[in-house]
Nanobody
Framework: VQLQASGGGLVQAGGSLRLSCAAS????????VGWFRQAPGKEREGVSC???????TYADSVKGRFTISRDDAKNIVYLQMNSLKPEDTAVYYC???????????????????WGKGTQVTVSS
């Protein structure tokens, strides 16, 4: 599967963006789709995941501000990001894999297909 993330941009703190992850084929019934991000000089971190049965998980850092959803008819997963903060600035990637879980507030995923990222910049 090929994945393409889009929707990034420059926004002021407190603003909103909606990211889209378009897949080249229908998501398989066992696909979990996740959003991850990597800021300059930092390791990649999990943001949010959605399973094939619409189970959702969020990292503590985005809970209550971000919402993940999927449209299987269009093979797209969305990430609605509200109340953005400068610390949300990163390149955002989408990926598919077998699972996501949250341990100690940190989202971890077993992902095996990754798309190219989209840059999100939040100014203060």
């Amino acid at each position: 599967v090929q994945l393409q993330a889009s929707g990034g941009g420059l926004v002021q703190a407190g603003g909103s963006l909606r990211l889209s992850c378009a897949a080249s084929r229908a998501f398989l019934e066992d696909d979990t789709v996740g959003w991850f991000r990597q800021a300059p000089g930092k390791e990649r971190e999990g943001v949010s995941c959605i399973s094939n049965d619409d189970g959702v998980t969020y990292a503590d850092s985005v809970k209550g501000r971000f919402t993940i959803s999927r449209d299987d008819a269009k093979n797209i997963v969305y990430l609605q990001m509200n109340s953005l903060k400068p610390e949300d600035t990163a390149v955002y990637y989408c990926a598919t894999g077998a699972f996501c879980t949250v341990i100690g507030g940190t989202l971890l995923g077993g992902m095996n297909h990754w798309g190219k990222g989209t840059q999100v910049t939040v100014s203060s």
